[in-house]
């Protein structure tokens, strides 16, 4: 089995900047893919950004260039610094992993529990 643990989520003004963190732990022989998701308050769940295992990212257009994605592979952690913060950004953050548990076999898909991020003056 696999645990994610993310962190960093809180209260920021408008134009302010967090960093998530989340964190894996368990069975892991590697991690092809580590994602963001988000969701707002009566809204369905959106894919925020994706990095692979060699550092390629994707990002909604939403968060272009205001948000980045990366990954610490020693250490199974994936990180969202947000900068440029904006009211709409508020949402519960929640990280989604592949995981391939042993060489050979295909990877199971993780989510966290999510980290609420408020953007409010």
């Known amino acids: 089995q696999v645990q994610l643990v993310e962190s960093g989520g809180g209260l920021v003004q408008p134009g302010g900047s967090l960093r998530l963190s989340c964190s894996a732990s368990?069975?892991?022989?590697?991690?092809?893919?580590m994602r963001w998701y988000r969701q707002a308050p009566g809204k369905e769940r959106e894919w925020v950004a994706t990095?692979?295992?060699?550092?390629?990212?994707d990002y909604a257009d939403s968060v272009k260039d205001r948000f980045a994605v990366s990954r610490d592979n020693a250490k199974n952690t994936v990180y969202l610094q947000m900068n440029s913060l904006k009211s709409e950004d508020t949402a519960v953050y929640y990280c989604?992993?592949?995981?391939?548990?042993?060489?050979?076999?295909?990877?199971?898909?993780?989510w966290g529990k999510g980290t609420l991020v408020t953007v409010s003056e």
């Open positions: 989604n992993v592949d995981v391939t548990p042993r060489a050979g076999l295909s990877y199971g898909r993780y």
């Open positions: 990095i692979s295992s060699g550092g390629s990212t």
């Open positions: 368990g069975k892991i022989f590697s991690i092809p893919a």
